[in-house]
């Protein structure tokens, strides 16, 4: 038998079994229609979103760690190590290849990809994005770009939701839905936050859901925060073990700290903004990616803390274990107050630039984590220093605590978001008062200083847009009497409709 004869007979039988699962697919459809209610059929996707989207969230941490330990191995921190100007280059260049030749396309930010695509009506997303985003990120943040895995995340598990709802024939109202519900079990599974997860999709993405898709985010974020923690040997990335009552005495340097936090993330939000847009102004694919792969490198190189997502580092800051900063070839043989601080701001203000060159030149990754990276730090360098002026004795370690939801709060204007991410990966809901006091001040130093900044990966601020949108009732009681008068029936909020309106 010749090789063409071959060929033909192996497309002849894929044929036949793609026709076979389309018969089969649409046997199902049929008997589903007939015997199963619809509220058990919007339960079902919701599980199998969750399962799933739990299921990638677990193996692009696992693929991450995986690659950690490989790159790492005989690596000394405290040393000049060459391997750690080679590793972050390589990751971005191999990822960048992936994506023109592989994927062609770009995967690179996933929140602001699913917010596009939900304002162009793109809701039938690609099967391959379900993996693309997972395998770029893995090799992105493995090999030592600093950055987080929960944007690849997000955009998996909103192909995860487009297919799924292909799959069972739902209308395009439902796929835009699903869309935003796959997103949420995404940021739910892999910080193991379910309500973060819900907020994500409510707050950040600002989907438009009446109470049955909101029982359905509810059901898919449980699902995936639950899947991922079991495949993760029921651990959290950041191991907290301090039970201590929080004293109301520190309230005062609490909003004290807000106020530093908020300040960093103004500082932090414009410098990433600028080195975006200093990165995608280079048009070429290659030097784009030897230009950030570069800085990262030389940047990782001096400062092996920035290597990675750094839950390490986090997990040592909020249990109260000790870190030296100069234990690093740049400051390394220097000791003393002054240098550590020098090496904190080093970090600090290298981070938001970098986390920029992690996904404008050809790598994948998110900038959620990163901000949790650099709240750790802009709370414990708040506590040293009041210790240092002040004679305070504040626990550094609560401060860093507190700093990391401060920080995220002020640089990706999700507050509610924030707290109860911040809560959920820590499982410190003993400090929520402290945390909301903290995350508010934050927020609101950012917006008095800069107030007409918001998230740019989504193009509009999260909290006040969904406060000034048309949709939303005027909180004046005449205005709403006269809203209600004049509202046509067909455009009013109904709550018991089977299939929710598409967004205009």
């Given at each position: 038998?010749?090789?063409?004869?071959?060929?033909?007979?192996?497309?002849?039988?894929?044929?036949?079994?793609?026709?076979?699962?389309?018969?089969?697919?649409?046997?199902?459809l049929?008997?589903?229609?007939?015997?199963i209610?619809?509220?058990?059929?919007?339960?079902?996707?919701?599980?199998?979103?969750?399962?799933?989207?739990?299921?990638?969230?677990?193996?692009?941490?696992?693929?991450?760690?995986?690659?950690?330990?490989?790159?790492?191995?005989?690596?000394?921190?405290?040393?000049?190590?060459?391997?750690?100007?080679?590793?972050?280059?390589?990751?971005?260049?191999?990822?960048?290849?992936?994506?023109?030749?592989?994927?062609?396309?770009?995967?690179?930010?996933?929140?602001?990809?699913?917010?596009?695509?939900?304002?162009?009506?793109?809701?039938?997303?690609?099967?391959?994005?379900?993996?693309?985003?997972?395998?770029?990120?893995?090799v992105?943040?493995?090999?030592?770009?600093?950055?987080?895995?929960?944007?690849?995340?997000?955009?998996?598990?909103?192909?995860?939701?487009?297919?799924?709802?292909r799959?069972?024939?739902?209308?395009?109202?439902?796929?835009?839905?699903?869309?935003?519900?796959g997103?949420?079990?995404?940021?739910?599974?892999?910080f193991?936050?379910?309500?973060?997860?819900?907020?994500?999709?409510?707050?950040?993405?600002?989907?438009?859901?009446?109470?049955?898709?909101?029982?359905?985010?509810?059901?898919?974020?449980?699902?995936?925060?639950?899947?991922?923690?079991?495949?993760?040997?029921f651990?959290?990335?950041?191991?907290?073990?301090?039970?201590?009552?929080?004293?109301?005495?520190?309230?005062?340097?609490?909003?004290?700290l807000?106020?530093?936090?908020?300040?960093?993330?103004?500082?932090?939000?414009?410098?990433?903004?600028?080195?975006?847009?200093?990165?995608?102004?280079?048009?070429?694919?290659?030097?784009?990616?030897?230009?950030?792969?570069?800085?990262?490198?030389?940047?990782?190189?001096?400062?092996?803390?920035?290597?990675?997502?750094g839950?390490?580092v986090?997990?040592?800051?909020?249990?109260?274990?000790?870190?030296?900063?100069?234990?690093?070839?740049?400051?390394?043989?220097?000791?003393?107050?002054?240098?550590?601080?020098?090496?904190?701001?080093?970090?600090?203000?290298?981070?938001?630039?970098?986390?920029?060159?992690?996904?404008?030149?050809?790598?994948?990754?998110?900038?959620?984590?990163?901000?949790?990276?650099?709240?750790?730090?802009?709370?414990?360098?708040?506590?040293?220093?009041?210790?240092?002026?002040?004679?305070?004795?504040?626990?550094?370690?609560?401060?860093?605590?507190?700093?990391?939801?401060?920080?995220?709060?002020?640089?990706?204007?999700?507050?509610?978001?924030?707290?109860?991410?911040?809560?959920?990966?820590?499982?410190?809901?003993?400090?929520?008062?402290?945390?909301?006091?903290?995350?508010?001040?934050?927020?609101?130093?950012?917006?008095?200083?800069?107030?007409?900044?918001?998230?740019?990966?989504?193009?509009?601020d999260?909290?006040?847009?969904?406060?000034?949108?048309?949709?939303?009732?005027?909180?004046?009681?005449?205005?709403?009497?006269?809203?209600?008068?004049?509202?046509?029936?067909?455009?009013?909020?109904?709550?018991?409709?089977?299939?929710?309106?598409?967004?205009?």
């Amino acid at each position: 038998m010749t090789e063409e004869k071959r060929r033909e007979i192996l497309k002849r039988n894929v044929r036949r079994f793609g026709r076979g699962v389309r018969r089969a697919r649409i046997g199902y459809l049929r008997w589903q229609n007939v015997h199963i209610p619809e509220s058990v059929v919007l339960i079902l996707i919701a599980l199998v979103i969750g399962v799933s989207t739990g299921m990638a969230a677990a193996a692009l941490k696992q693929l991450v760690r995986l690659l950690n330990r490989l790159v790492l191995t005989g690596v000394r921190i405290g040393q000049p190590d060459f391997r750690l100007l080679l590793w972050p280059l390589a990751g971005i260049f191999l990822t960048g290849i992936y994506q023109r030749y592989v994927v062609r396309g770009t995967v690179a930010r996933g929140t602001r990809i699913i917010r596009q695509d939900l304002d162009a009506g793109r809701y039938r997303l690609s099967p391959f994005t379900v993996f693309n985003p997972v395998l770029g990120c893995s090799v992105t943040i493995g090999t030592g770009s600093t950055g987080g895995t929960e944007g690849p995340t997000a955009l998996s598990g909103a192909a995860i939701g487009s297919v799924v709802g292909r799959f069972f024939g739902l209308s395009r109202a439902w796929l835009r839905l699903l869309v935003g519900i796959g997103a949420g079990a995404g940021i739910a599974a892999i910080f193991k936050s379910p309500v973060g997860g819900v907020l994500f999709t409510l707050e950040v993405l600002q989907m438009e859901m009446t109470t049955l898709p909101v029982l359905a985010l509810i059901i898919a974020c449980l699902l995936a925060s639950s899947t991922a923690y079991l495949l993760s040997d029921f651990t959290f990335d950041i191991f907290f073990d301090r039970t201590l009552p929080f004293d109301p005495h520190m309230l005062g340097w609490v909003s004290l700290l807000g106020v530093f936090c908020g300040l960093y993330s103004v500082y932090y939000t414009y410098t990433k903004s600028r080195a975006i847009r200093f990165f995608t102004s280079i048009r070429d694919p290659w030097l784009a990616s030897a230009v950030t792969g570069g800085a990262m490198s030389v940047c990782v190189f001096m400062f092996p803390l920035l290597f990675g997502e750094g839950f390490d580092v986090i997990t040592a800051l909020v249990n109260g274990v000790d870190i030296s900063f100069t234990e690093t070839w740049v400051l390394a043989g220097h000791s003393g107050f002054f240098w550590m601080i020098a090496g904190i701001l080093a970090v600090m203000l290298l981070k938001g630039a970098l986390v920029a060159a992690s996904y404008c030149g050809g790598g994948v990754a998110g900038d959620f984590v990163p901000t949790f990276f650099a709240g750790a730090l802009t709370g414990y360098l708040f506590a040293i220093l009041c210790d240092a002026a002040f004679g305070t004795h504040l626990p550094a370690w609560f401060f860093a605590l507190t700093g990391m939801g401060a920080v995220m709060a002020g640089t990706l204007h999700a507050p509610l978001m924030s707290i109860f991410i911040l809560c959920e990966t820590t499982d410190t809901f003993g400090y929520i008062f402290p945390y909301l006091i903290a995350v508010a001040i934050s927020y609101a130093t950012v917006k008095l200083i800069t107030p007409g900044s918001w998230y740019g990966e989504t193009g509009h601020d999260d909290l006040m847009a969904l406060i000034s949108s048309r949709k939303t009732p005027s909180l004046r009681a005449d205005a709403v009497g006269r809203a209600d008068a004049v509202t046509p029936r067909s455009r009013r909020i109904r709550t018991s409709g089977k299939t929710p309106p598409d967004r205009k």
